[in-house]
């Protein structure tokens, strides 16, 4: 019965390919999410967050961005986010 063990391997493999199709597809759409749980809807962009040395509130869309490991860090000026950078890096030794 070697053509029905085909059918039963074709089967398999388009059983196998779909799967891995799916796999590949349901892949989350990457989305940039902040601590506010926001995403990057612009109406939502004039939020205002905190800068983490001079802990003052600045408009995100307006703030100096600064990504490390997976997390984006937003600093009211470049001198602000130059010392978190330093600090960052001190700590991170
Ligand atoms: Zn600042």
């Known amino acids: 019965m070697i053509p029905f ?3 039963i391997l074709a089967i398999l493999c388009y059983i ?3 799967i891995l199709r799916r796999f590949v597809l349901s892949k989350p759409t990457e989305t940039v999410l902040d601590d506010t749980g926001q995403g990057p809807d612009p109406e939502l962009q004039d939020v205002l967050v905190e800068d983490p040395v001079c ?3 600045i408009p995100r869309n307006q703030a100096i961005r600064l990504r490390k490991n ?3 860090y937003y600093f009211c000026s470049d001198e602000c986010c130059d010392q978190f ?3 960052y890096e001190k ?3």
Request: net charge neutral; hydrophobic share 30%; aromatic share 6%.
């Open 91 to 93: 700590g991170a030794q």
């Open 70 to 72: 997976d997390t984006t």
């Open 85 to 87: 950078s330093e600090h």
């Open 16 to 18: 196998g390919w779909r």
């Open 5 to 7: 063990r085909l059918l």
């Open 55 to 57: 802990h003052t509130l």
